[in-house]
């Protein structure tokens, strides 16, 4: 990291003040041939900023940050322009003609990460902070940015290594006054680890659905009323709603905010037998949404009998089951739905978009059902997949390790289920994942 580089950190566009960032060796130098000298450190001051010609081409805000005791761990200084994009494409210009470089995405947080400004889940924390849509996902990324998530891990890993001690001292001193069955000493603090471990991987989708949002499909028969409905819920027309079946072709998705969570509501196309290959790939994507979602709402068209032909294999456990068109009258269930709506388990309640019945008590239901999937008081052991996949990997080596009857053989599965872990935090084998955990940033951050 021998190299200086520089960025916009706020969006392109006119806006009252613009920030460059820069960063690296570098940094000094450039601020004196664009203001004439340094600032004093770590104080704002004011300073025309002139490019290679002599020509002036901004009056902005100057800050000076140089050592270690900054976000990327080296020399560091901002400019806040005026906003307009033609200072932006000078100040931009000026620097690169500086022999200053651009910088790629994420190598600001991926310097504060190869300098020891922060881990490798606090640095995967700013990124979900600046994309943060709700209360609920600003909280989960802070928390992490915090080293909630990291010193989880890291207290894992280091009853992994206590162990691994253990383990090793049986292996490498076999000769030595150790006491009898020393390696056993490992084994309770390794079975406790493996239920805690159990129980994060319980819990790991909670993370992952707060960045992501909580999943929600509108599945039914041709002009049930999905695309109605989720009109009404989104408080805004994002489907086309009209009498002609088959309307809808594709998944229409609509983000909301319930309860501070982000939710994707999903208009899918009509379920239903059809010779229509267009109509017939809808179908197949309706299905593939509605069995990947965390709940369903199966419509039924209340005024069309109350049934539907095809419901098996879309229902699960706690989805909803709602009659649509309730202004025209009662229409109980019949025939299989009926059966599929008991055997399934499937709360039912009766709605209508025109009179606006039930809809209160359907999104109170909703909301509940989302506080209850994704709301908890500590922070959820994952919250990306890759989080997960480490889980997943330690909790079996843990296990191979305890089922082990050779010392060797346990300590190297207990060494390996230490490096799964240290993988979230980047304390072990990070190069393979560094790539694809910076690549999501923005430029500048």
Not at 123 to 136: G, N, R, Y
Request: overall charge negative.
């Amino acid at each position: 990291m021998t190299d200086t580089i520089f960025a916009p950190a706020t969006a392109p566009g006119r806006a009252a003040v613009a920030v460059v960032r820069l960063s690296g060796p570098a940094t000094g130098e450039a601020l004196k041939s664009l203001s004439g000298k340094l600032p004093f450190p770590r104080r704002a001051s004011v300073r025309r900023l002139k490019d290679a010609a002599g020509a002036v081409f901004d009056e902005a805000l100057v800050l000076w940050m140089p050592g270690s005791a900054n976000y990327t761990g080296e020399d560091s200084a901002e400019l806040q322009l005026h906003g307009g994009p033609a200072v932006v494409e000078a100040a931009i210009e000026a620097l690169a003609a500086l022999g200053l470089r651009l910088a790629e995405p994420g190598e600001f947080t991926r310097r504060a990460f190869q300098n020891g400004r922060l881990d490798l889940a606090q640095a995967e924390a700013v990124a979900d902070l600046v994309d943060a849509e709700t209360a609920s996902q600003a909280r989960q990324a802070l928390a992490q940015l915090e080293g909630g998530l990291s010193r989880r891990y890291d207290s894992w890993r280091d009853i992994l290594v206590e162990a691994l001690a253990v383990l090793e001292a049986a292996v490498d001193f076999p000769d030595e006054d150790l006491p009898e069955d020393v390696a056993a000493r490992a084994r309770p603090g390794l079975t406790k680890l493996l239920e805690d471990l159990d129980a994060a991987l319980a819990g790991a989708d909670r993370g992952r659905k707060v960045r992501e949002g909580y999943r929600i499909a509108l599945v039914g028969a041709p002009n049930a009323g999905k695309s109605s409905l989720l009109n009404a819920l989104a408080a805004r027309d994002a489907a086309i709603v009209t009498e002609i079946p088959g309307t809808t072709r594709d998944i229409i998705e609509v983000p909301l905010v319930l309860a501070g969570y982000k939710v994707l509501l999903a208009d899918t196309a009509g379920v239903r037998a059809t010779a229509d290959p267009i109509e017939q790939e809808g179908v197949r994507r309706a299905r593939a949404w509605a069995e990947a979602a965390d709940l369903r709402l199966i419509l039924v068209d209340g005024a069309g009998g109350g049934d539907w032909e095809d419901p098996a294999g879309l229902g699960r456990p706690g989805d909803l089951l709602v009659r649509t068109k309730a202004d025209l009258g009662p229409s109980p269930l019949t025939g299989p739905l009926k059966n599929h709506a008991r055997a399934g388990g499937l709360q039912q309640l009766a709605i209508s978009v025109t009179d606006g019945q039930g809809l209160e008590a359907l999104e109170k239901l909703i909301e509940q059902r989302v506080i209850s999937a994704l709301s908890g008081a500590d922070l959820p052991a994952a919250t990306r997949l890759r989080h997960a996949e480490s889980l997943t990997t330690a909790r079996l080596y843990l296990d191979r390790a305890l089922a082990q009857t050779e010392v060797e053989l346990a300590a190297e599965d207990v060494r390996l289920a230490a490096r799964a872990l240290g993988r979230v935090t980047g304390r072990v084998d990070v190069e393979d994942v560094l790539d694809r955990v910076f690549a999501s940033f923005c430029i500048g951050k």
